[in-house]
T-cell receptor, first 113, second 117 residues
Framework: ETGVTQSPTHLIKTRGQQVTLRCSSQ?????VSWYQQALGQGPQFIFQ???????GRGNFPPRFSGLQFPNYSSELNVNALELDDSALYLC????????????FGSGTRLTVV | AQTVTQSQPEMSVQEAETVTLSCTYD???????LFWYKQPPSRQMILVIR??????QNATENRFSVNFQKAAKSFSLKISDSQLGDAAMYFC??????????????FGKGTHLIIQP
C-alpha cells in the first residue's frame, strides 16, 4: 500500500503570489485534511475534505482554499501570500471511518519572501 | 475550543532508560480521542499511540504506554527502554468524538526528545 505523498517538498514564493500544494492520499482513503505547522509549533488544522466536499475548517481566512478530486487526491491553494504563511504544510488522509487513523505525508516547506 | 498543553519543550534520557512526556488538555466534551504523534527529522507525523476517552484502560503499544487521567485531563506518554530511534519531536493531540472528525486534530506545541547514547 502506498502512503501519503506531497509535492513539492520545498517551495519559495514572493509575498502577494499564489501557491498550490498537492497531496496524493493513501490508497482507499476518502478523507483528507491539511495542517499548517509554523517553525517550533504544533500543526494547526486548516480544513478537511470528505468525498470532494469541505466538511470542516479551522481558523484560517478564505484565501486558504482547497479541492479534493474523484481519485481523492487534494490541493491546497493559498492566495495573496503573506510572510506569516511561511510554514510546513502537512496533508493527512484517512478513511471516513477515522478509526483507521490518520496517515500523514512528509509535508511541503513553503517559504514566503 | 479545546486546547492541548505540553509543558516540556525538551527532554533528555539515557538510552535504555524510561522517560515520561507530559500532556494536559482542556475540553468540555465527554467523548473524545487523544493521540501521541512522533515527528522525526523526515517531518512525517507518525502515530505512536491513541486513547479513546470512554475507555478506562490505558493504551499500550510495545514500549509505549500512556497514563490517561480523565478527571485531571492529563495524558502522559511513557517510553520504556529508550532507543536512539526514539529521538524526535513528540506531539500530543486531541480530537472531538462528535462531528466525524471535521474539527480536525488539535495539537500541543511538542516536546523534543533527545536520547543520550
Amino acid at each position: 500500500e502506498t502512503g501519503v505523498t506531497q509535492s513539492p517538498t520545498h517551495l519559495i514564493k514572493t509575498r502577494g503570489q499564489q501557491v498550490t500544494l498537492r497531496c496524493s492520499s493513501q490508497s482507499g482513503h476518502n478523507t483528507v485534511s491539511w495542517y499548517q505547522q509554523a517553525l517550533g509549533q504544533g500543526p494547526q488544522f486548516i480544513f478537511q475534505y470528505y468525498r470532494e466536499e469541505e466538511n470542516g475548517r479551522g481558523n484560517f481566512p478564505p484565501r486558504f482554499s482547497g479541492l479534493q478530486f474523484p481519485n481523492y487526491s487534494s490541493e491546497l491553494n493559498v492566495n495573496a501570500l503573506e510572510l506569516d504563511d511561511s510554514a510546513l504544510y502537512l496533508c493527512a488522509s484517512s478513511l471516513g471511518d477515522w478509526d483507521y487513523g490518520y496517515t500523514f505525508g512528509s509535508g511541503t516547506r513553503l517559504t514566503v519572501v | 475550543a479545546q486546547t492541548v498543553t505540553q509543558s516540556q519543550p525538551e527532554m533528555s534520557v539515557q538510552e535504555a532508560e524510561t522517560v515520561t512526556l507530559s500532556c494536559t488538555y482542556d475540553t468540555s466534551e465527554s467523548d473524545y480521542y487523544l493521540f501521541w504523534y512522533k515527528q522525526p527529522p523526515s517531518r512525517q507525523m507518525i502515530l505512536v499511540i491513541r486513547q479513546e476517552a470512554y475507555k478506562q484502560q490505558n493504551a499500550t503499544e510495545n514500549r509505549f504506554s500512556v497514563n490517561f487521567q480523565k478527571a485531571a485531563k492529563s495524558f502522559s506518554l511513557k517510553i520504556s527502554d529508550s532507543q536512539l530511534g526514539d529521538a524526535a519531536m513528540y506531539f500530543c493531540a486531541y480530537r472531538s468524538g462528535s462531528g466525524g472528525g471535521a474539527d480536525g486534530l488539535t495539537f500541543g506545541k511538542g516536546t523534543h526528545l533527545i536520547i543520550q547514547p
